[in-house]
C-alpha cells in the first residue's frame, strides 16, 4: 500500500494504491496526516488504484470525515471500483461519504 498525497489546483489529494489492510492501515494514516492538518479545507481520496480496503482501513476514513466534519471541510472520495464502493454500501459508509 502505497499513499502520494499532492496540491492539485488547491485541492489537497491523496493518492491511495494497493490493499489498505489491517497491516497497511496504520501506515496511510500515517500518510494522510496532511489531510488530517487541513481538515478545513477541501480534500479528495482517490481511489483508483485502491484494490481493497478492510475494516481497519475504512476507520481510518472514518477518523479523517469525521474531522474534516468538525472543521467544517469537504472531503470527497473518488474513482472507486465496484468492489471498494460495495465495501462502504455493505458496511453502512456509503451514505456518510461524498462519492
Avoid: Y
Amino acid at each position: 500500500m502505497t499513499t502520494e498525497v499532492r496540491e492539485i489546483d488547491g485541492v489537497l489529494t491523496a493518492f491511495l494504491n494497493g490493499r489498505l489492510d489491517t497491516f497497511s492501515s496504520q501506515q496511510c494514516r500515517e500518510d494522510l496526516e496532511p489531510l488530517f492538518a487541513n481538515a478545513g479545507k477541501k480534500l479528495v481520496l482517490d481511489c483508483a488504484n485502491l484494490e481493497f480496503i478492510s475494516s481497519s482501513g475504512l476507520r481510518v476514513f472514518v477518523e479523517l470525515v469525521k474531522k474534516v466534519g468538525e472543521e467544517h471541510g469537504e472531503l470527497s472520495l473518488q474513482n472507486l471500483n465496484d468492489d471498494v464502493h460495495n465495501i462502504f454500501v455493505i458496511a453502512g459508509f456509503a451514505k456518510r461519504f461524498n462519492i
